[in-house]
Nanobody, 115 residues
Framework: QVQLVESGGGLVQPGGSLKLSCAAS????????MGWYRQAPGKQRELVAT???????NYTDSAKDRFTISRDNAKNTVYVQMNNLRPEDTAVYYC?????????WGQGTQVTVSS
């Protein structure tokens, strides 16, 4: 059974930082593509960042230069460090895994950027 468990969300002021973590089980993590997506109220789920098994990263334009995705294969965990957060970053953030041609999602963690 595949499980993706996110943590690290919360309330932060504009300009602040948060680091989200996602612990994966039930997949061979080191060969999986991992990523983060987000969904704001009334909007579609959108890509934030992905990282391949080889460490290649991809970011949505709004996340470039502010967010950094990374992975620790020894801990089966993927992270996203989010800096200089803006109110428009407010959303539920979902961990994503692609393994053996299947896609998996976590339950999501709320990130709220507000003063």
């Amino acid at each position: 059974q595949v499980q993706l468990v996110e943590s690290g969300g919360g309330l932060v002021q504009p300009g602040g930082s948060l680091k989200l973590s996602c612990a994966a089980s039930g997949i061979i993590f080191r060969i999986s593509t991992m990523g983060w997506y987000r969904q704001a109220p009334g909007k579609q789920r959108e890509l934030v960042a992905t990282i391949t098994s080889g460490g290649r990263t991809n970011y949505t334009d709004s996340a470039k230069d502010r967010f950094t995705i990374s992975r620790d294969n020894a801990k089966n965990t993927v992270y996203v460090q989010m800096n200089n957060l803006r109110p428009e970053d407010t959303a539920v953030y979902y961990c994503y895994a692609k393994f053996a041609y299947q896609s998996y999602w976590g339950q999501g963690t709320q990130v709220t950027v507000s003063s």
